[in-house]
């Protein structure tokens, strides 16, 4: 286990030794979900012409830094085999259900298909807007981001198992916590990694805001079509549908749930054997 794993596990989790321990809350992340919140609220609370236009910078902000750590990842030892994995094709694969339904569903997520979010966002188009020019640009540019987000994460991946001593078929770790472990290890072999630490921070934080956002959105325009007379006051309309989620939250940072979720990770991922010390 890497010390990034390890901070993440033990000392930003917490998580509990089972189910049937419910732990308590990690405090700091009530307070991190609390200011997440208030940014939320002030992000839809402006608009669609100014939350717009600031995702234009949230957006091309992230693939600067994915190109930073690709040019860097590359430059690690073991960097060459994790691309390796990445790129080379095993067809046998594709007779196994599973991959299928991993793949579909990651597809899904991704675009966010039947989520009402595309409808809800697309509400903001004009009326002579072409929307299946936009729709094959979303799915080309969302396939492609993927691809060259995985170039970069596998050669950090293929560092990191280098440095375990293990291949990187082997590598132990999976689901979205990898972004929270493998990206720290590139982001210490950067000069001046505390600048990048704040800005690989903040750059995750706007994501996590552009990605909340239309789901809030959704139900505030659902809200404000049925009680119209609710529009003048918008801002009391967002402030309730974030003060309700806000309680619901906090069972997602509960040592609980984290005990939980990485079982569901363990039952549902490919069993793998991995020396340990």
Not at 38 to 63: A, N
């Amino acid at each position: 286990m890497t010390a990034a794993e390890e901070f993440w596990k033990f000392q930003m989790l917490g998580e509990s030794d089972g189910l049937d321990n419910l732990g308590g809350l990690r405090w700091h992340l009530v307070g991190c979900l609390a200011v997440t919140t208030v940014i939320l609220f002030l992000w839809i609370f402006q608009g669609i012409k100014v939350s717009g236009k600031l995702v234009y910078i949230t957006v091309i902000l992230p693939y600067i830094l994915i190109l930073a750590f690709l040019i860097r990842g590359c430059l690690l030892p073991g960097s060459a085999e994790g691309i390796y994995y990445y790129i080379y094709p095993k067809f046998d694969k594709l007779a196994d259900p599973k991959v299928w339904i991993h793949s579909c569903s990651y597809a899904l997520l991704s675009l966010g298909i039947a989520m009402g979010c595309i409808i809800t966002m697309s509400s903001h188009n004009r009326k002579d807007n072409n929307c299946f020019r936009d729709a094959i640009r979303i799915c080309l540019i969302d396939t492609l981001s993927n691809v060259f987000f995985g170039f970069a994460f596998f050669c950090i991946v293929g560092h990191v198992a280098f440095q375990r001593g293990v291949t990187v078929e082997a590598f132990q770790s999976s689901g979205l916590d990898l972004a929270f472990i493998v990206y720290p290890e590139v982001i210490s072999a950067l000069p001046l990694p505390q600048l990048w630490s704040v800005m690989t921070f903040l750059i995750l934080m706007s994501l996590t805001i552009d990605s909340m956002a239309p789901g809030v959105e959704i139900v505030v325009a659902a809200l404000e079509d049925i009680f119209p007379r609710l529009k003048k006051r918008r801002w009391l309309i967002i402030g309730a549908v974030l003060l309700s989620l806000f309680p619901i939250g906090l069972i997602y940072i509960s040592q609980f749930f984290e005990s939980g979720r990485w079982l569901l990770m363990v039952t549902y991922a490919p069993s793998t054997d991995i020396p340990h010390d």
